[in-house]
């Protein structure tokens, strides 16, 4: 049973299309990266699925419920999949620590000891229990980052979309956040992450989803999409790019 | 964060104040005044059970009429002779309003007070507004110069001369008739007639024969010249529907100008005609600290009342501001019109207007309000207008990241605002809402226009008793100047403890 599915999904701006009809699936523990040129619609497709934009037309069904449909209590099943950002989007005035648990609080009605014991774990496996007392701006962005995963990781998701979560970091920390992200695949975690990262895609995804013109071009993996049968002529001119 | 907001219902938020904000309204609502006699006898029956208060409009800075002592108390002619035909007619209580000699007239019509006694001259202009009493002291207008002056000796010699007048009064309408060629220099109260000519500001008065005189026997360095200009008569004025009050104090009047009692109070107040017309002036020091320390008493209440309408109005500021700031940032076309009409309205008329608009305007829609909630409201409402935007660009200034990040937790659009984006907007606001909030300290002032004793207006009864100006206007803006440093310290503090995580 699959946990995610699009049918059809299309997305206008104005008078461009963005998105012009995607049927996409994921099953529980599969691990997908999204990958293509700029403006190919990546990230408005990951934006669709938890509606932070609204499809123009389609279907978007989530642990069985129709995302668009009326009456949908939409944050109960937005809190069921968490979101990383490509710029962090840390609460500004909150710590790291606090930024981990006022969603716990909030949404799923933790009471404080219990989201705080949560978060300080997380914060554990993320490397950032010693700056769990630090507000955004006093961290680095791989340290944004990391602490933005425990975030998403804390509500306990069934699935977790990343928007090209290290393109906005130095190189030399692109490495630990791919490394947390990589243990939590390892742990079973359902992940759709748009990405730059070819070397993420080749090793720890199980399929390699390319958009292209607001299509889905190729849909197979890693080792079929990056190896030397794969003749699609736009993957090829992607990838001679890139690698 | 157009999606986001779309979802959060502002519009109960803003509904839900605007149906609380009528229902006070409405609960300040009296009857307009009505113009059935039997209510008329109805009313003074309940004013001589005791039941009502007699409300008397007086402009107290107009000695010896009526003027304010150091305790801050009331007195003069008008005050004794109120309180005695009162007494006569056997009405129990009465309580003395201050407003502004103009603010008299329309204020009767608005049913805010039931008897106007400032030394008003009975004219068939007014008399179509109002009801005068029979005649109780024959006025006239007299013209007063500088002791020193020679130029000036009689009417025509005013031609071309700067002549201070007390606006709304009679001296306006009779010079530009008589006198065209004069220069009117128009001033707000009645000492900044006299000290008009004593600065050279102006060369001479035209007043209140009695009012002159009533300053040379105080202060000097007046004298009076040329024969009496006009033979007026000073009368109460009633509204047009209270003729049972009138007749009652016609009574009045009539006995105690048999009975002596009437001949005692002009003795107290105008004494010896003679000896009245000129005198030299006396020795004044340039600041006077007496001035404010035998007023502590009313200076005190007068700030205390100047901090209550800015506390007040500063609370009905953030909530209007709020609310509009939100409106303006609304998906939904009418709310977001509602706000966008809020500010373009409010802060588009003077304030003043404004303020006079629900003191004096008000009542004619049949809504009543006290001086205070006047005031209050009318302070708010600017004030808020200008909060209104600061609030729309502090909210629309943070990240849109930040809703989308909240958003994508699971938390709803009103948590993401309570606990994220109001917050950081609040840190962003904290300097333009100091700046705001300083301006409508110093705006507090201008409600003294609707009859409330604050500072400002405090400040103007002592100095129509001491004619000192200079140092009472000095201690007032120092006074303003200590408030408004420190909503600027607050500010500023606030902002740098809430910053830390910038």
Redesign the interface.
Known sequence: MALLTTKAITKKFGTLDVLKGIDFTIEPGEVVAVIGPSGGGKSTFLRCL?L???PTSGHVLFDDEDLLAPNVN??????????V?Q?F???????ALRNVV??QI??LGKTKAEAEAHAMELLEKVGMTHRANA???QLSGGQKQRV?IA??VA?SPKLM?FDEPTSALDPEVVKDVLGVMTDLARQGMTMIVVTHEMGFARKVADRVVFIDGGVIAADMPPEEFFGEDNTNPRVREFLDKVL | MKVLFARHRWWVVLLAALIGFTGIAAQAATAAPSTDPGSSSAKLTALQSGNQTLRVGTDATFPPFEFTDANGAKMGFDIDLIRALAKKSGIKNVEFIQMPFGNIVPALQANQIDVGASAIYISAERAKAIDFSDVYYPGGLGMFVGEDNTTVKSLADLAGKKVAVQVGTKSVEWLEQNQPKAQLVQVQTNDQMFSSVKLGQADAVVTGQPAGRYFIHQQGGLKQVGERLTNENYGYAFQKSDTAIKDAFNASLATMKKDGGYDKLTAKWFGDEATAASGPAKAHALINISSITNSARPLWNGFVTTMEIIGMSLVLSLAFGMLGGFAKLSKISPIRWVGTAYVSIIRGTPFIVQLFMIYFGLPQLGVQLQPMVAGVLALGLYSGSYVTEIVRGAIQSVDKGQMEAARSCGMSSGAALRHIIVPQAFLRMLPPLGNEFVSLTKNSALVSFVTISELFLVGQTIISRTFDALTVYIFIGLVYYVITNIIGFIASTLEKKMAVYI
């Open positions: 938890n932070l934009e609204r939409l944050d109960r099943l937005r809190s069921r999949m968490g979101m950002f710029q989007n840390l609460f500004h005035n909150l710590t006022l969603p909030n949404v507000y955004p701006s933005a975030r998403a509500m979309l």
